[in-house]
């Protein structure tokens, strides 16, 4: 899910920027300290939209730098346990496929990818025995979130499924919905 997110800091000004725009600067400086940024508590941040506020700064002895209690608006993206996100194939393993959910990619395991049996081919393509399904890099699914973790706080881990009703290639769901219409 993306939100907008209220923050509070105080944000380093260093000595080669006084004399700029304030705002100006301590954008720069706060894009520089958050973008990319990665935690349990604000997943990726993707942005700083804006500068809300800013108070009088303060030199702090020895360091030289001035420091501003800012507020700004940060546009993160969180992904929450159970839901729904549509994404694209990125890559294929024998152990499953990586799909791209966001700025960030999820993990389907081989037997979260279908109600079948499924094999993994030299093509890089999954199939399902029975159902005769086929999962490949650039396809486009729907799956729900069903495992989250941000051990590496650097490297977050998502699990993903596509084994529920409503849930898989975009195709597969839409022949679910109207079996005239399907293979």
């Not at 899910?1 to 706060?30: C, N, S």
């Not at 399904?133 to 486009?140: A, E, P, Q, R, V």
Request: charged residues 30%; hydrophobic residues 35%; glycine residues 10%.
């Amino acid at each position: 899910m993306f939100y907008r997110t209220l923050i509070e800091d105080h944000i380093r000004l260093p000595p080669e920027k006084f004399g700029k725009d304030v705002k100006k600067a301590l954008l720069d400086q706060i894009k520089k300290q958050y973008d990319g940024y990665i935690s349990k508590d604000l997943g990726v941040v993707i942005n700083v939209s804006s500068i809300e506020d800013v108070k009088d700064g303060k030199i702090i002895p020895g360091d030289g730098a001035a420091f501003y209690k800012t507020k700004f608006t940060l546009l993160n993206f969180k992904p929450e346990m159970q839901e729904v996100v549509y994404g694209q194939i990125k890559d294929m393993a024998d152990f499953g496929a990586f799909m791209s959910i966001g700025p960030i990619e999820g993990m389907i395991h081989i037997s979260q990818t279908m109600d079948d049996f499924v094999s993994f081919s030299k093509d890089k393509v999954l199939l399902g025995k029975e159902s005769k399904k086929s999962l490949k890099i650039g396809d486009k699914c729907k799956a729900r979130i069903i495992a989250i973790s941000f051990k590496d706080p650097t490297n977050p881990k998502f699990g993903l499924t596509m084994r529920q009703k409503g849930l898989g290639r975009l195709d597969w769901i839409e022949e679910d919905l109207n079996p005239s219409k399907g293979g």
